[in-house]
């Protein structure tokens, strides 16, 4: 044990005086737990984007003109869509969501009962099928009629209330089986998912460590002292994301189970140092020089773990960013909690040392005892096999040219929800039967308030034509739109006349109809009448069929502005949600790779600054590496791929594991100057069952997210496990392999 130096006073004066300390978590701890509370769950794709973003700002500036509405597509199936019975079905159902408070529903019949409000079934038929304007809109269809129910609402609160009055108006009204689709009830879906996973998993966690900790060091009140440090610790770091403006989102949810498994390890160490007492040493002192003992590796790996989630920073996908500095500064406040609170409760609540109970290991005694010589003899096998493992791995993640193409991304919306719930079944029936859900937005902002001029409607209605027959595109709807059905319900057909006096004639009355029309109102600005907006359906959603799309618009808008004065000076953006949900797949990888990167830079920094050693920096970076590689290999080899949940897989992996290879090296420096098998057996009896344990309950606390509906969170849950696993492989294999390797050292004779 290290002679009594300054750090040694002061955790001796802590000791001295525990009433200090716990009067200031008494008041702390609550005060955190309140605050804590206050933390709301937000679920919507525009959470995924920082707010730096440029299409972030643009998709913004656009919603304050005009707001995307809120809507639930409820799609009436039936073998005969305009059956009486089906007819009345929907008529029911539309009049049961208007009672709805801030619901109002829309079908295409109401705007052919206002065309022909006498029209029988048949002649409703009929008008439906003369125009494509409600087939592309997915309002009609050989076997189904859409309803859609607009909310009106402003928080998850009030859409949540939305939704629940949605479902009792459609059983109200005997509307039978109703596919529902819609960005409100994904939202919904996932923040109660997202909430609802880390809650689960954190009391299988609670169950788990209760059980495990109870029965390896066979005492309550040890099991008490680490519950309640973990408690305390937990509370200040949710408090600390409330005070920071941090929510609940798909991936910062992680933020308390990830700070608990964390914190339980560092716990671990200190109370299987604390319980190894020396015969005839006097408790106390024992106590001060085990804290001591543990104060470098347990401060130096905080840092790093602290330093690698600091450095997802650099992310463009904002929960991942706030999930890692949220972290970050839970661990620094899990320290303090470490360091301060939990030697306090032990020597508060009397926790007993080996001398009075034992602990269980008769089985990790045997085994730590055989590996030195072990993992000399299969030294280069072992070593050899975790750099082909890595190999594969890293193939497996950025590809093989010519052979195997880069491990997929997913963030689309049936790819987060779980394939066994009513709403998976109905998205993908609205994708197969009806359209995508990929909605572009194009905003036209022009120089001069000019947007009902016949000039400028002509060249938009010019545009939306050449956006209709761009291949992909399913349907395009804008200001000419309801001047479209207007003209085909007086049966002039759906197209505007080509003619522009015969165009401007027919879109004279524009703007008295902005002031009746609520649906035109919404591709118009009212207020200052200098913008304009079309709402595009498209398929192939992902990042490639997006910059497509968009390639297609710009070219189509630069060839209908070439030919239109009235467009002069006026200027076209892609916006919309779909854009930021691409945005965020987009960022994925640079994510992965940038945060890979700077964690692996901080934690060598780390510990070249504790231990001065490059060389044992690099050989104590495999088990992670090994480990972290491993299990993404598992993962394409399982067909499984990378979302916004498994992307922080690198920096959770390195950040937490790289305990394990601290503590070792910081024990096997305490016999500096001895062979390797001495210092291997020296830190396996002082510092390997603490990892064992460790690693085993936080492998458990994380294959607690297993059991999760919310599919990301579950293959993380899966992931980080598996990694846990492997890394604990690593720690007691490969890296006494690769020390015995650089060192060209042999065991005793």
């Known amino acids: 044990m290290p002679a009594a130096d300054r750090i040694s006073r002061a955790l001796a004066a802590l000791l001295r005086h525990p009433a200090i300390v716990l009067a200031v978590y008494l008041v702390a701890v609550p005060a955190a737990a309140l605050l804590a509370t206050r933390i709301p769950s ?3 794709i525009e959470r995924l984007v920082v707010p730096t973003d440029p299409d972030y700002a643009a998709t913004r500036a656009f919603q304050a003109i005009f707001s995307e509405p809120q809507l639930v597509l409820l799609v009436f199936e039936a073998a005969d869509p305009w059956s009486p019975a089906t007819l009345d079905r929907v008529q029911r159902a539309e009049a049961a969501l208007d009672a709805v408070p801030q619901v109002s529903a829309f079908s295409a019949l109401d705007a052919l009962r206002r065309a022909e409000p006498a029209a029988d079934p048949e002649a409703l038929r009929r008008l439906a099928a003369g125009t494509q304007l409600f087939r592309r809109q997915g309002l009609v269809g050989d076997r189904f009629i859409t309803v859609i129910a607009s909310l009106d609402v402003h928080d998850a609160t009030e859409r949540d209330a939305a939704l629940a009055g949605i479902d009792r108006a459609l059983a109200r009204a005997g509307a039978g089986p109703v596919h529902a689709v819609g960005a409100p009830l994904v939202t919904a879906w996932l923040e109660y998912q997202s909430s609802a996973a880390t809650v689960r998993a954190m009391a299988i966690f609670a169950v788990l460590l209760i059980a495990v900790t109870g029965w390896l060091y066979r005492s309550l009140r040890a099991l008490l002292a680490i519950l309640l440090a973990l408690g305390a610790a937990v509370a200040l770091a949710l408090a600390a994301g409330d005070l920071l403006g941090f929510s609940f989102t798909i991936v910062s949810s992680l ?16 109370h299987s140092r604390f319980i190894d007492q020396p015969d005839g040493a006097p408790l106390a002192e024992h106590h001060v020089a085990a804290l001591r003992n543990k104060f470098l590796p347990v401060t130096a790996s905080h840092v790093a773990a602290a330093a690698g989630f600091a450095a997802l920073a650099v992310s463009r996908i904002r929960p991942v960013r706030e999930m890692g500095i949220w972290t970050a500064i839970g661990l620094v406040l899990s320290w303090i909690v470490a360091c301060t609170l939990f030697p306090v409760l032990q020597r508060s609540l009397r926790t007993p040392t080996r001398h009075r109970v034992a602990v269980r290991g008769a089985l990790y005694d045997r085994i730590s005892a055989a590996l030195p010589r072990l993992t000399f003899r299969y030294r280069w096998p072992l070593a050899g096999a975790a750099l082909a493992v890595c190999a594969a791995g890293a ?3 950025a590809g ?18 779980d394939p066994g719930t009513q709403l998976y079944r109905d998205l993908a029936w609205f994708r197969d039967h009806v359209t995508d859900l990929n909605i572009a937005r194009i905003w036209i902002h022009l120089p001069r308030p000019t947007a009902t001029t016949p000039e400028v409607l002509r060249a938009v209605d010019r545009l939306t034509s050449e956006l209709e027959a761009t291949p992909d595109v399913t349907s395009v709807t804008g200001p000419t739109t309801p001047l479209r059905m207007r003209r085909y319900f007086a049966g002039h057909g759906e197209q505007l006349p080509a003619d522009p006096a015969r165009f401007a004639e027919a879109v004279g009355d524009v703007e008295l109809l902005l002031l009746s029309q609520p649906d035109l109102r919404g591709y118009i600005d009212i207020n200052h009448l200098g913008d304009l907006q079309l709402t595009v359906l498209f398929r192939r959603g992902d990042a490639r069929g997006y910059a497509e799309l968009a390639r297609r618009v710009r070219a189509a808008w630069d060839r209908v502005r070439g030919g239109a004065p009235a467009l002069a000076g006026a200027e076209l953006h892609v916006v919309g949600e779909s854009l930021l949900q691409v945005k965020v797949g987009a960022s994925l990888v640079p994510t992965l790779a940038e945060s890979f990167a700077l964690t692996v830079l901080l934690i060598l920094v780390v510990f070249l600054v504790v231990f001065r050693s490059g060389v044992e920096r690099l050989l104590a970076m495999i088990p992670s590496l090994f480990a972290l590689l491993g299990s993404l290999l598992g993962l394409r080899v399982l067909g499984g791929s990378l979302n916004v949940a498994t992307i922080i897989i690198a920096t959770t992996v390195l950040g937490t594991t790289e305990n394990d ?5 910081h024990h096997m420096h305490e016999r500096a100057g001895a062979g390797t098998e001495q210092q291997l057996r020296h830190t396996l009896r002082v510092s390997g069952r603490a990892v064992v344990f460790a690693t085993i309950i936080n492998a458990i606390g994380f294959l607690g997210l297993s059991v999760s509906r919310f599919p990301p969170l579950r293959q993380f849950g899966l992931l980080t496990a598996a990694a846990f696993v492997l890394a604990l492989v690593g720690d007691f294999t490969v890296l006494p392999a690769a020390l015995w390797i650089a060192r060209r050292d042999r065991p005793a004779a």
């Open 42 to 44: 937000q679920g919507a």
């Open 661 to 665: 290879q601290l503590h070792f090296f």
């Open 395 to 397: 193939i497996a993640i």
């Open 400 to 417: 093989l040219p010519g052979v195997v193409g880069p491990i997929p991304l997913r963030v689309d919306t049936l790819s987060s929800i």
């Open 255 to 270: 933020v308390p189970l990830t700070v608990m498994i964390t914190t339980l390890a560092t716990l671990t160490y200190l």
